[in-house]
């Protein structure tokens, strides 16, 4: 069964400091690797995606995340942490499936709480 | 930029009531799926809806739950007789179909807060 996992619950950081939101995966095969992040009393919206290529992969909002094989991590990071970043953030995995009119559904993380303090 | 859209955002009943939750997936996606969020915690699948039938259900999604698409817009999620764990907040999201749809993202919707009282 394929799995994600984010092992901190929240993470504090001072704005203007970089921040890192970490994520494990679980698959078979080749990961489709997504983040997302949660303002309060919204939808979840798209930040960033690994399907294939380059490690690093660039996303909204000035955030990136690095896919580590080896590691079977994909992290997200953040150079500067700004305040208006604090929310909820999920790391995802596609379920990619078998047979027609699989839809891939998402596989979602237990999430984690960032906090970006003035 | 098209989004997906739900209504209404809060939804009070009943134990026992039937309530129906609506969504409009962004027009030119194929996949739609319903997820659900209880307190602010994690993202749980409820079901996913392919060519006009469910394509995967989770254990959540039990005999008292029934998805539609009763047109060319709407995807609704029906509870028929709802219970006070129903509470939660329920998302609506959709994603482009066909060769390669793996590699896109869901499109969620602002979610529904139903309260079962």
């Known amino acids: 069964a394929q799995s994600v996992a984010q092992p901190e619950d929240q993470v504090n950081v001072a704005e203007g400091n970089p921040l890192t939101v970490k994520c494990t995966y679980s698959v078979s095969g080749n990961p489709y690797l997504f983040w997302y992040v949660q303002y309060p009393n919204r939808g979840l919206q798209f930040l960033l995606k690994y399907i294939t290529g380059d490690n690093l992969v660039k996303g909204s909002y000035g955030f990136e995340a690095e896919f580590n094989k080896s590691q079977t991590s994909f992290h997200l990071k953040k150079p500067s942490a700004l305040v208006s970043d604090s929310a909820l953030y999920f790391c995802a995995v596609r379920d990619k499936g078998w047979g027609s009119g699989n839809t891939g559904k998402l596989i979602f993380g237990q999430g984690t709480t960032l906090q970006v303090k003035p | 930029e098209p989004e997906v859209t739900q209504t209404p955002s809060h939804q009070v009943t009943q134990m026992g009531q039937e309530v129906i939750l609506r969504c409009v997936p962004i027009?030119?996606?194929?996949?739609f799926y319903w997820y659900r969020q209880i307190l602010g915690q994690k993202v749980e699948f409820l079901v996913s809806?392919?060519?006009?039938?469910?394509?995967?259900k989770s254990e959540i999604f039990d005999d008292q739950f029934s998805v539609e698409r009763p047109d060319g817009s709407n995807f609704t999620l029906k509870i028929r007789s709802t219970k006070l764990e129903d509470s939660a907040m329920y998302f609506c999201a959709s994603s482009e179909g066909g060769l390669g749809s793996y590699n896109s993202p869901l499109h969620f919707g602002n979610g529904t807060r139903l309260t079962v009282t």
């Open positions: 809806f392919y060519n006009n039938e469910i394509s995967e």
């Open positions: 027009s030119n996606h194929l996949y």
